[in-house]
């Protein structure tokens, strides 16, 4: 069955459904059709798809989230490529509809996730097991709380980045009782100074460990400044959106207990 169906970006996209050779650009995409039982229909993924471990690895690579190989792409003979507008550039997308339908989706909030996860059982024809997907992620993720601290979450270094507004791990923070000072700035995620740190008057600190991979040996480095703050590291994929949510519940509660 051929469908004209709207992507998250307004663009109608003609679709056979279900598709039979799908190209994932983006790990959320990748691990997301695997927790709905697609690994036989994923025939390309990025370098960055690495999850489900011990399983992703059997799908050909295409390059990155930036950059990939047309031809590559074009040889594989997809019938359906799903990119995210954050993960993927408007050049691959325009280039990549040239050989199969391009549906890119867009996540910036919990809400956009379930929206995610969803609209992923449309285009493949496993609703159900997208429904079930949704029901549980929100049976294990954690609700808001009522005591608000200020926390950064750090995403890079020289420059310093972190995570801005409209994004979905600044929707995680305010969910588990983190006010992000730096929710109002313009990019989605702005480049700041240890001036900017220190007049945030940060109660927390989060290190993630990806795209920028901080480590232990990185505390040091903003206790200097922020003496008063606490300095946690995170582990960055547990901030993912899809089905990454079923299994970072556990881990973002035991996080909130811990700060």
């Known amino acids: 069955m051929t469908d004209i169906l709207t992507d998250h970006t307004g663009r109608p996209v003609n679709i056979s459904i279900p598709p039979k050779r799908i190209i994932t650009i983006c790990p959320a995409i990748t691990e997301t059709l695997f927790a709905l039982g697609l690994e036989n229909e994923i025939v390309g993924r990025t370098k960055f798809c690495i999850f489900p471990e011990g399983t992703v690895e ?7 989230t930036k950059e990939v190989n047309v031809e590559k792409i074009r040889a594989l003979q997809p019938d359906l490529i799903l990119a995210e507008k954050e993960e993927n550039t408007l ?9 199969a339908p391009v ?4 996540v910036q909030s919990i809400e956009d996730s379930y929206r995610f996860i969803k609209t992923l059982g449309t285009l493949t024809n496993k609703e159900s097991e997208a429904n079930l997907l949704v029901d549980s992620c929100k049976a294990v993720f954690p609700s808001s709380r009522g005591q608000v601290k200020n926390a950064a979450y750090v995403i890079w270094r020289k420059p310093y980045m972190v ?14 009782g983190l006010h992000n000072p730096f929710a109002k700035e313009r990019s989605r995620y702005p480049a700041v100074t240890k001036e900017e740190l220190v007049a945030a008057n940060l109660d927390v600190l989060l290190l993630a460990s990806e795209p920028f991979p901080y480590q232990e040996k990185h505390i040091a480095e903003f206790q200097a400044f922020l003496p008063n703050t606490k300095i946690i590291l995170v582990e960055g994929e547990m901030f993912w959106y899809g089905s990454r949510m079923e299994k970072s519940g556990a881990y973002l509660k035991e996080l909130v207990e811990s700060i």
């Open 91 to 99: 050049e691959i997308v325009q280039a990549l509809e040239k050989i």
């Open 163 to 176: 995570v801005g507004g409209t994004t979905y791990i600044n929707d995680v923070l305010h969910t588990i």
């Open 58 to 64: 059997n799908v050909p690579i295409v390059g990155g």
């Open 103 to 106: 549906f890119v989706l867009e």
